[in-house]
Structures are given as structure tokens and as C-alpha cells.
């Protein structure tokens, strides 16, 4: 039987509810013991407003899982780092990069986890990817993220305002898989942003990396897509083609379907999470928020039409 650690969960919503939740239910070595939400309540938990009333009334409290919008991470990681608690931060870890190399200082300062998570990370396909791509040569890849914006994020006003993210909300997850499956670093060369001209955020976004051997990386991310969604990286190698579509559920090489197992991302994020904080270690890899930083620094962009909801 795992240590079993007490956790609280800030900001519930879609995501604390589909996916948190039921991961947190089915790991014996968490309890959910609060939540923190300006209008929710959740059932068999204390409830709380925000997470300083929460930090104050529950001292006994060891993790907390920071589920609510980008913009109001730095501060309620913070709160909770400076209460002494492991953090778990959804994607993005913040709403900027510099805030969430600050937070890996205070945590380490502190003594506690940081845990900046990438949920697509978990999925299936993900460590199948890297392992059979680790000694091949990659000659080029492809990657599609589009999806309906109003499917997936609807009357989500956040999205849209600065530090939102936009399109880069989904595609920051192609990023993270990018990231951990491709043998070398990569770089932004350029990029087209397309921004709706009531909006802040763009709705998609072209980025066309390379490695230090020139290799053609092209992301396509787009939200003016649909009804079915459309999460594939396709790698191009001397050995064939590594193909892992649906977000990292489906892995095809050379056309092939391989055998990688169910779909777990939550529950593996938790597993992570325990094990941090049983080990006495953080895990933040800023690299997927770089590259979206650098589109936004770099990105040539076009006005594209008003988007009403
Ligand atoms: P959401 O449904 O809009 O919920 C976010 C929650 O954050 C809200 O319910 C709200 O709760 C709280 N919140 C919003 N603005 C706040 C503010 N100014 N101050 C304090 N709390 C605030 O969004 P979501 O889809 O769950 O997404 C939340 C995070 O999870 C995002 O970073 C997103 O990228 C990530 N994520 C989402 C999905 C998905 O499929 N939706 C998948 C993976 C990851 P209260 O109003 O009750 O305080």
C-alpha cells in the first residue's frame, strides 16, 4: 500500500472533474480531502473559495493540484509553495516561462515537489515513440493538431485573453510529446499566427522547426477544424514511418499497428506525482511553453475573422 498523501484541488472545472477527480479516486495513495473553487462545490470534500482560505483552514493538507486557468497559477503555486505543500500544476505550467523557473526555486527552498505535468506525456503511444525513435535517423516530421475550438473549449473566455494561449492550448500538448520522443533538440525558424480580430489569442498557428541537422519539423495547429479531431505526429525516418495519431492513443510504424496498451494519462500523471514527492523530487520541463513563447515572439501574424461564440 502506497504512503498516502492528502491532497487539495484548486479550480474546478472541466478538467478537474473529467479527468483529476477520477484519477485522484482511483490511486490509493492519494486522499481528496478539499477543494478550492470561487463557484463550485464537490460532494465528500471541505470546500473552500479560493486556496488561501484553504491553505489556512486545512494545515494538515501535503499536496495541492493547481486546475484552474494559466493566468492565476503563478500565485496560487506560490500560496501553496510557501504553505510548504507539494504542487502539481496542469498544462502550461504558467502563463509565462520566467514565473515557473521562479516557482522551481521556491519549491526547492521549500523543500517541497514541483511537478509541471504534460498530460499527453501519458499516453500510450509516447514511450513506445521514443524508444523505437531514440537510434533512428529522423528525415522530417509532420504534425497535425486541429480540432473545434467550439467542441473543446466552449465559452472558455480565458483561452482567448493573454496567457490563454489560444490554439497553442491544444498544440502546447503536440509540444510536450514533441519534445519527449524526438532524439534531438529542436528550434523554432518561423511561424504564422492566425489571431480572430476580437481576440487575443490565435486560432491557428503554422511553426516550422529544425534540429542541428537541418531536419524539416513542421506543426500544424488549428481549431477551425471539425467535427472529428484531427492529434497526429507523423516521423519520417531512414527505417520508415513512426505514425501516432488520436493525441498518443494509436501508434502505427510503417503502416503497422502496434500493440501499446490502454489509455491512462490522468492516472499515470498521479503515479508521477506520488512518486515525486515519495522521492523527494521535482520535475519541470519548461521546454514545450518555450516553443510556444518563441511562435509568439517570432510568429508573422495574420488578422483572421471575428470569433463570436
Ligand atoms: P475551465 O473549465 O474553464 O475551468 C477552469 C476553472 O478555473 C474554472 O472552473 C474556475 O473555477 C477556475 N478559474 C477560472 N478563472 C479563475 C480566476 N481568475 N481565478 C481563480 N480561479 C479561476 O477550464 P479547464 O478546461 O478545466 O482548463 C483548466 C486547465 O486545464 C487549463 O490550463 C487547461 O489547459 C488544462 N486542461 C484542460 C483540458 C480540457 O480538456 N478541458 C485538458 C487538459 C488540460 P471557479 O470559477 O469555480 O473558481
Known sequence: ???????????????????????????????????????????GVRNYKTIQEMLAAEPELQAISLCATPQVRFEQAKAALLAGKHVMLEKPPGASVVEVAILEELAREHGCTLFASWHSRYAPAVEPARAWLAARQIKAVTVLWKEDVRKWHPNQDWIWQPGGLGVFDPGINALSSMTRILPRAFFLKSAELWVPSNRQTPIAANLDFIDDRDTPIRAEFDWRHGPEELWQIEVTTTDGVLRLSQGGKV???????????????????????????????SDVDLRPLEHVADALLLGHRHAAEPFIE
Open 251 to 281: 501508434l502505427h510504424i510503417d503502416g503497422a499497428s502496434v500493440d501499446i496498451g490502454p489509455e491512462r494519462e490522468y492516472p499515470g500523471l498521479y503515479e508521477r506525482f506520488h512518486e515525486l514527492i515519495t522521492s523527494g523530487q
Open 1 to 43: 500500500m502506497p504512503k498516502q498523501i492528502s491532497v487539495g484541488l484548486v479550480g474546478v472545472g472541466k478538467i478537474a472533474r473529467d479527468q483529476h477527480f477520477p484519477a485522484i479516486a482511483g490511486n490509493d495513495g492519494f486522499e481528496l480531502v478539499a477543494c478550492a473553487s470561487r463557484n463550485a462545490q464537490v460532494d
